[in-house]
C-alpha cells in the first residue's frame, strides 16, 4: 500500500517522469514489483537511520529517488566535473563567521520577487548550468527590475569551456561563459537533456546582453554569509548521499562524504529552532526536500556543512541590492 502511495504521489509521479525507477537486473529472476518493493523497504530503514542521526532534521522515502540504491543515487547527483585547476577547488583565504555574523538575523531571497521558480534537471549531470542560469537571472533581475528565464540548455550544450553537458561543469567558469556571451531565453533554446539524458549538439539562438560580469569567488562560511547579505550564491556541496537523497524538512547537522559533486545556489541564512543554518535552492524539483529547498547547520567551520562553503560564486553585477525580506 504504502508503494502505491507513493507512486501516486509527486514523487512518485516526478521519478517516472524523469527516469528515476531502475529495472531489476537481467541477471535476478525477481519481478519489478518485488524489485521495487524491496528497494522502497530498503529506503525506508535508511530513513529511520537518517532521522536518528540528524535529530534537527527530517527525512522520508516520500522522494522521487525511493527507490534508487545508494550508489545509483551517488551517480545520478554527480554533476561536477574537473574543468578548472585543482588550485581553484582548494580552501584558500577562506573567512570563518564572526560572532557578529553568528548573532545576525534571517536573510531569505526565496521570497524576492527576482527568485525563479524551483526547476528539475531531470537525468542529466547539468546541476551547474541550472545553479548558474539562476543565478544569472537572479543578478539580471536585480539590474533591470524584471525577471526573465534563460537557457540552461545553452550552458549544456555550448559552454565546453565551462564543462561536458550532462557528464557535468564548473559555475564558476559557466559564470564566466555567460559574462562574456550573454544567454538566449528559454522560451529560444528550451531544456531537452533533462528527458533526453543527452548533451546534445549546440544551436544558435539570440543571445541577449546582459547588465552583469564574470565571477566572484566566495569561500568560507564568513565570506558566504557576508555575500548573502546582497545576492544569492552559486555553491557547490557534497550531494551524492542518503542524506540528500531523503532529505524533507528541517536543518542538516551530519553530512557523509568529503567531494562536492553537485551544484545548488544559496538563498539565504537564519536561525530555526536555536540552530544556524544556510539555506540552498535544488535543482530536482518541487517533490525533492522542502518545496525543493534544504537547511544545512551553519557554523560548523572548515569546508561547511556538506562542503557549502569551500567553494562558491556569484556573478559581478554594477546593481545596487535592495535587503532581502527578513
Same mark, same amino acid.
Given at each position: 500500500?504504502?508503494?502505491e502511495?507513493?507512486?501516486r *504521489?509527486?514523487?512518485?509521479?516526478?521519478?517516472v517522469?524523469?527516469?528515476l525507477?531502475?529495472?531489476p537486473?537481467?541477471?535476478?529472476?525477481?519481478?519489478k514489483? /518485488?524489485?521495487?518493493l524491496?528497494?522502497?523497504?530498503?529506503t525506508?530503514?535508511?530513513v529511520a537511520?537518517?532521522?536518528?542521526a540528524n535529530? $534537527?532534521? &527530517?527525512?522520508?522515502?516520500?522522494?522521487?529517488?525511493?527507490?534508487m540504491?545508494?550508489?545509483?543515487?551517488? &551517480?545520478f547527483?554527480?554533476?561536477?566535473?574537473?574543468?578548472? *585547476?585543482?588550485?581553484e577547488?582548494?580552501?584558500? !583565504?577562506?573567512?570563518?563567521l564572526?560572532?557578529?555574523?553568528t548573532?545576525?538575523? #534571517?536573510?531569505?531571497?526565496?521570497?524576492?520577487?527576482c527568485? =525563479?521558480?524551483?526547476r528539475n534537471?531531470?537525468?542529466?549531470? =547539468?546541476?551547474?548550468a541550472?545553479?548558474?542560469?539562476?543565478?544569472?537571472?537572479?543578478?539580471?533581475?536585480?539590474?533591470?527590475?524584471?525577471? #526573465?528565464?534563460?537557457?540552461?540548455?545553452?550552458?549544456v550544450?555550448c559552454?565546453?569551456?565551462? !564543462? $561536458?553537458?550532462?557528464?557535468g !561543469?564548473?559555475?564558476?567558469?559557466?559564470?564566466d561563459?555567460?559574462?562574456? &556571451?550573454?544567454?538566449?531565453?528559454?522560451?529560444?533554446y528550451?531544456y531537452?537533456?533533462g528527458s533526453?539524458?543527452?548533451?546534445?549538439?549546440?544551436?544558435n539562438?539570440e543571445?541577449?546582453?546582459?547588465?552583469?560580469g564574470?565571477?566572484?569567488?566566495?569561500? !568560507?562560511?564568513?565570506?558566504l554569509?557576508?555575500?548573502l547579505?546582497?545576492?544569492v550564491?552559486?555553491?557547490?556541496?557534497?550531494?551524492?548521499?542518503?542524506v540528500?537523497?531523503n532529505y524533507?524538512?528541517?536543518?542538516? &547537522? $551530519?553530512?557523509?562524504?568529503a567531494?562536492?559533486d $553537485?551544484?545548488?545556489?544559496a538563498?539565504?541564512?537564519g536561525?530555526?529552532?536555536?540552530?544556524?543554518y544556510?539555506?540552498v535552492? #535544488?535543482?530536482?524539483?518541487g517533490s525533492?526536500?522542502? /518545496?525543493g529547498?534544504?537547511?544545512?547547520?551553519?557554523?560548523v567551520?572548515g569546508?561547511?556543512?556538506?562542503?557549502?562553503?569551500?567553494?562558491?560564486?556569484y556573478?559581478?553585477?554594477?546593481?545596487?541590492?535592495?535587503?532581502?525580506?527578513?
Amino acid at each position: 500500500m504504502e508503494l502505491e502511495n507513493w507512486k501516486r *504521489s509527486a514523487a512518485g509521479k516526478a521519478a517516472v517522469e524523469n527516469g528515476l525507477i531502475p529495472s531489476p537486473p537481467k541477471t535476478e529472476s525477481t519481478d519489478k514489483e /518485488n524489485f521495487m518493493l524491496l528497494r522502497f523497504a530498503e529506503t525506508k530503514k535508511v530513513v529511520a537511520r537518517l532521522n536518528q542521526a540528524n535529530p $534537527h532534521a &527530517t527525512f522520508s522515502e516520500k522522494n522521487p529517488f525511493a527507490l534508487m540504491t545508494a550508489a545509483e543515487f551517488a &551517480t545520478f547527483a554527480s554533476g561536477l566535473s574537473n574543468t578548472t *585547476s585543482s588550485s581553484e577547488r582548494q580552501h584558500r !583565504g577562506a573567512r570563518e563567521l564572526t560572532l557578529a555574523q553568528t548573532q545576525a538575523g #534571517n536573510i531569505d531571497w526565496s521570497t524576492d520577487k527576482c527568485m =525563479s521558480s524551483v526547476r528539475n534537471q531531470g537525468s542529466c549531470g =547539468s546541476c551547474w548550468a541550472f545553479a548558474t542560469v539562476g543565478a544569472v537571472e537572479f543578478a539580471q533581475c536585480k539590474a533591470t527590475g524584471s525577471l #526573465n528565464s534563460f537557457s540552461e540548455q545553452q550552458l549544456v550544450s555550448c559552454a565546453t569551456s565551462a !564543462g $561536458h553537458g550532462c557528464q557535468g !561543469g564548473w559555475p564558476t567558469k559557466a559564470l564566466d561563459y555567460v559574462a562574456q &556571451t550573454g544567454l538566449c531565453s528559454a522560451t529560444a533554446y528550451p531544456y531537452t537533456s533533462g528527458s533526453t539524458q543527452q548533451t546534445g549538439p549546440c544551436q544558435n539562438c539570440e543571445k541577449q546582453k546582459l547588465s552583469v560580469g564574470g565571477s566572484v569567488t566566495v569561500q !568560507g562560511e564568513g565570506a558566504l554569509q557576508a555575500a548573502l547579505d546582497n545576492q544569492v550564491v552559486v555553491v557547490t556541496v557534497e550531494a551524492g548521499n542518503d542524506v540528500w537523497r531523503n532529505y524533507q524538512s528541517g536543518v542538516v &547537522t $551530519h553530512c557523509p562524504g568529503a567531494a562536492s559533486d $553537485h551544484a545548488v545556489i544559496a538563498v539565504g541564512y537564519g536561525i530555526e529552532n536555536d540552530l544556524n543554518y544556510f539555506k540552498v535552492k #535544488n535543482s530536482w524539483g518541487g517533490s525533492w526536500g522542502d /518545496n525543493g529547498y534544504m537547511k544545512l547547520q551553519r557554523g560548523v567551520g572548515g569546508k561547511g556543512m556538506c562542503n557549502i562553503a569551500a567553494q562558491g560564486s556569484y556573478p559581478k553585477s554594477t546593481a545596487v541590492y535592495p535587503q532581502a525580506d527578513v
